[in-house]
């Protein structure tokens, strides 16, 4: 029998970031509730005359056959030349484009309004899915156990959603959110990372009001137990954090408090987007902020979907999104946003939103490691899924092209989690997540909203079914 020691060194390792094999889910191992929402259960399946943006970088290819077996992809090849398994499904798909699954980096499974907080269980999972979101990472919790329970019912085949990372509570100081563990010194900061390793999760978030002295040591016991951490900063600046060995920063520009002038240490400055509007994005500050990111491999997520919110008139209004939205959650997010509306003159967001943007340009520019999630936060417009394909169409008027930003969405996220090897492109020898894009979302960017099947581990999931599973459901359940 192994002793303790053993066990805990054992555990230690089970939870250490290397690349490991993931295992493909099949169709037969999903319950009879999840099966409904599936429209391809086929082990061998050919998608036939395809146009395929690989996620790696390279142009589209044009009249693409991707052959999938037990939940991986074989082959992906001219449809002239493809060679077909016998007994395949042949699926033509003239018209269609297919992506990798999208790797989501900021994707909480709560949802917020200026007037409600929901953990929304029920609808989140399958909006995320539906989307083409494959692979999510919970980028902190309000209700960690409902996120732990509800990645272990996903893995069971119970329920329809993404391969989920976990991030355990947010890590704020003394005083801050009463849904966030308030960490008033190392010795907390440390025996709450451990507790929460010990419950599975593999990243941990700081949020606006942690010190320096707290988040060192709480990265330090995340990083002895494999695991890595992220934050949602402002007491600790960019290249503090950066000092600190963190190892991913959330919502670029708009978090980083390297640019107040006469800061307090530890302090979160009301001064900051005072000072984000001053500084010179090409000037040397910010290019000192970006060296050290990228000199020390910290990435970065976008979440320019939600920020979006907070631009007077933006984002179009969408009916999927009325129409997901419960009542009395539509009713919130159409009164908040009329609100920013009638205060649009004075409003700073447009030119903050525009140096955010050349900001995130700038720090891949530089050679960092940027992924995007969508955040369904702040006034309640940024849905699960939906604000993730918005976040394609901002990252291309920050300036990317449309197949540098299916990368960013898609392998750049699979390398910040570490399962690369396994996800993020399409080649050979990967699992087989994949988005299928009625139309041309390269040449109309639009289009990427147009999901008619996601495949994740091979088997196809109705986008359409999915959605209408959610109709009114969002700020509810």
Not at 59 to 88: K, Y
Not at 359 to 370: D, P, Q, S
Not at 421 to 437: C, E, F, S, Y
Request: charged letters at 20%; glycine letters at 10%; proline letters at 6%.
């Amino acid at each position: 029998m192994p002793t303790m020691p053993m066990l805990r060194i054992a555990a230690m390792l089970a939870g250490l970031s290397v690349p490991v094999a993931l295992g493909a889910q099949a169709f037969s191992a999903l319950s009879p509730a999840v099966q409904q929402v599936v429209s391809v259960a086929e082990a061998r399946v050919a998608l036939v005359n395809v146009r395929v943006v690989d996620g790696a970088g390279r142009p589209p290819l044009e009249n693409q056959t991707i052959v999938i077996e037990n939940g991986r992809i074989t082959s992906v090849s001219p449809a002239a030349e493809a060679r077909v398994p016998a007994g395949a499904r042949t699926i033509d798909l003239a018209g269609h484009t297919v992506i990798p699954g999208l790797v989501g980096m900021h994707n909480h499974t709560f949802y917020t309004t200026r007037g409600r907080s929901v953990q929304l269980q029920f609808s989140a999972p399958r909006l995320y899915l539906a989307s083409g979101v494959t692979t999510a990472r919970t980028t902190g919790g309000t209700s960690p156990y409902h996120e732990i329970n509800m990645k272990r019912a996903i893995d069971r085949g119970e329920v329809p959603g993404p391969r989920m990372h976990l991030t355990g509570p947010y890590l704020t100081g003394p005083g801050g959110a009463a849904t966030m563990a308030q960490v008033g010194s190392p010795e907390e900061a440390r025996r709450i990372v451990n507790y929460w390793a010990d419950e599975g999760v593999t990243w941990f978030k700081a949020y606006t009001d942690i010190s320096r002295e707290a988040l060192g040591a709480a990265i330090a016991a995340a990083h002895k137990r494999g695991l890595k951490f992220t934050g949602h900063l402002c007491s600790v600046s960019f290249r503090e954090a950066v000092a600190l060995g963190i190892d991913n920063l959330e919502h670029g520009l708009f978090t980083n408090s390297d640019y107040v002038p006469n800061r307090m240490p530890d302090h979160c400055s009301p001064e900051m987007r005072t000072s984000l509007l001053k500084v010179a994005i090409d000037g040397p500050e910010v290019q000192q902020t970006i060296r050290e990111m990228v000199t020390n491999k910290v990435a970065m997520s976008s979440t320019l979907a939600v920020y979006e919110l907070s631009y007077p008139d933006r984002p179009p209004l969408e009916q999927r999104v009325l129409d997901a939205l419960s009542p009395e959650a539509r009713e919130e997010y159409l009164s908040g946003r009329k609100e920013i509306s009638t205060r649009a003159a004075q409003s700073t967001m447009p030119e903050l939103f525009r140096r955010a943007q050349a900001f995130e340009r700038a720090f891949v520019k530089a050679g960092g490691l940027l992924g995007a999630g969508v955040d369904p936060t702040g006034m309640g417009g940024a849905l699960p899924g939906f604000g993730d394909q918005r976040n394609y169409e901002l990252l291309i008027e920050a300036g990317f092209s449309p197949v540098e930003a299916i990368q960013v969405m898609t392998f750049n996220g699979a390398k910040i989690l570490g399962v690369d090897r396994q996800l993020g492109t399409i080649a050979p020898g990967k699992l087989a997540d994949l988005v299928v894009i009625r139309g041309n979302p390269i040449a109309q960017h639009g289009e990427i909203r147009q999901v008619t099947t996601v495949f994740k581990d091979g088997v196809g999931y109705d986008s359409a079914k999915l959605l209408a599973s959610v109709k009114g459901l969002v700020g509810i359940r």
